[in-house]
């Protein structure tokens, strides 16, 4: 690393990597690209406090971005990698200065789409509701439909280790992801070839699943691609009498093979923001696929609920079915907070976790019992799982709180980081995992070394012999106080 540069000697050198047109310096969009939606109250306040980045640039191809990191990597110049915008763990925060934001929206085309291989190559910037709706008019589907699908591009799925709504039937991303195109931190292009299995050495392809940022920017994603069969779907709902009863009856569902694409246990204060007329945990389910793989799984559904004397079947379908296909979050969502939140001094959040059938009511119970008695001016707490697993499911806890006595900037560490603590604690205590699928940014980064306990240090060791200069979205996963620490 040679001397460091100022702002003006950065962006000189930017313009002469890539055209002036491709570099954003409005102090607006710099201001707005500092912070990701961990910060929303404040920043629906106008109060922006991260360091804004020096300039926003935009890459219109993988050798520019090798070339962006390469300068970056050599001056010292943390890089925060951008696609889809849609982070809300603080991963677009940077943590070191000075720092650049590398946008891949103008990586936004589909390569190929490989029929008879079943699979679909596309630029990291490619948003998935382009895709998917060229998908569905060939009677295809990625089969990978987050909440955020309107804000999310294919780069971001990878690097978050996204799931989908669907996941039980087509798997995560982890599942779905075939091969990879991706710039390492000193500028190296590197591709892992596309194959349907490989036993020759470590899968690599997990190297960049999940590593938000930290280790690469992820340049072309290929995955699979699945037959789109709507006309097959059946859903079923129920009442069910506690969520205890309800998270055994998922993991009946889950260990007799079934492997419906929607599995969802609500609890009443989620459930209440949908139907605030039903005052109990309530069960979903969809099958889909083949007409015959989903009429056996929701008759093999029903007939596994039907041995319980704890649930009631749900009637009319209709509103659930229509809540449920309109259940997306886009920007127009995005505007309505923020002017709600302008209006009244509420605000709400969501964290994920994941954990083993054996403690996942215990945790739930756990969490919901701890933020009720210390958290202040809580407006309420529930949760929902939605991805469940042979061996256990996710909790996506829903929490809204009341901003009160402190100024907008000082609601992170007042109420948000607090309760995220609590959720984090009461996992680790009960042998879950603190992220199911949002990522951990630098929200829970601080909590990397329970999480992974006397693994840590082997992904210290990855990152330092992937990034030697930490100049890819330092603090990422990693706090930068744990990266230089000297290890014993």
């Known amino acids: 690393m040679t001397e460091a540069l100022n702002k003006e000697q950065i962006i000189s050198r930017l313009q002469e990597l890539v055209t002036s047109k491709q570099i954003d310096l409005d102090a607006d969009h710099l201001k707005k690209a500092s912070e990701d939606f961990y910060r929303k109250y404040p ?54 200065e000075p720092h650049i934001i590398v946008d891949g929206s103008h990586l936004n085309k589909i390569v190929q789409l490989d029929v008879e291989n079943q699979q679909l190559t596309a630029q990291a910037g490619l948003p998935l509701v382009i895709a998917e709706k060229y998908l569905n008019d060939k009677h295809l589907t990625t089969g990978h439909l987050p909440q955020s699908q309107p804000l999310a591009d294919f780069g971001g799925l990878v690097a978050t280790r996204s799931i989908g709504q669907l996941s039980t039937y087509y798997g995560g991303i982890e599942d779905l992801l075939v091969g990879l195109e991706a710039v390492m931190a000193d500028g190296t292009i590197i591709r892992i070839k596309n194959e349907p299995r490989r036993s020759v050495g470590p899968d690599l392809r997990h190297l960049f699943l999940g590593s938000e940022g930290a280790l690469a920017f992820i340049t072309e994603v290929t995955v699979k691609v699945f037959p789109y069969w709507p006309q097959n779907y059946h859903y079923l709902a129920y009442n069910v009498a506690t969520m205890r009863a309800g ?20 609890d009443p204060v989620d459930w209440s923001q949908y139907f605030p007329e039903n005052k109990q945990p309530i069960l979903i389910f969809r099958s889909e696929g083949p007409k015959k793989i989903s009429d056996a799984t929701a008759q093999g559904i029903q007939e596994i609920v039907q041995k319980s004397s704890q649930v009631t079947p749900i009637q009319p379908l209709e509103p659930i079915i229509d809540w449920f296909q309109n259940l997306t979050w886009d920007q127009t969502n995005v505007d309505q907070e923020v002017q709600q ?7 709400g959040f969501t964290t994920e976790i994941a954990a083993p059938w054996s403690t996942v ?69 009960h042998q879950g995992s603190i992220s199911h699928h949002h990522g951990i940014g630098k929200a829970r980064a601080p909590y990397i070394k329970q999480e992974y306990g006397s693994s840590y240090p082997l992904l210290k060791k990855l990152f330092l012999c992937f990034d030697p200069q930490n100049t890819m979205n330092a603090g990422n996963i990693i706090p930068l106080q744990f990266m230089n620490e000297k290890d014993t």
């Not at 889950?254 to 609500?266: A, E, T």
């Not at 939140?341 to 605000?347: C, R, T």
């Not at 709180?401 to 609590?422: G, S």
């Open 341 to 347: 939140m302008q209006k009244l001094p509420y605000v």
């Open 43 to 96: 920043q629906a306040h106008q109060i922006y406090t991260a360091a804004r980045p020096v300039a926003i640039v935009y890459p219109n191809n993988t050798a520019e971005v090798a070339r962006i990191l390469k300068y970056a990597n050599e001056q010292g110049i943390n890089v925060i990698a951008r696609t889809g915008n849609s982070s809300i763990e603080r991963g677009l925060e940077s943590a070191r």
């Open 361 to 429: 009511a215990d945790i739930f119970e756990a969490v919901t019992t701890r933020v009720k008695q210390e958290i202040p001016n809580l407006l309420g707490i529930g949760g929902h799982s939605s991805h469940s697993y042979v061996n256990g499911t996710n909790i996506y806890f829903v929490y809204a709180f009341k901003v009160a006595d402190v100024a907008p900037e000082e609601e992170m560490a007042r109420y948000h980081d607090p309760l995220n603590k609590i959720i984090v604690e009461e996992t680790l205590k």
């Open 247 to 266: 998270f055994q009856i998922l993991r009946q569902v889950m260990v007799n093979g079934y492997k419906p694409s929607i599995i969802r246990l609500y």
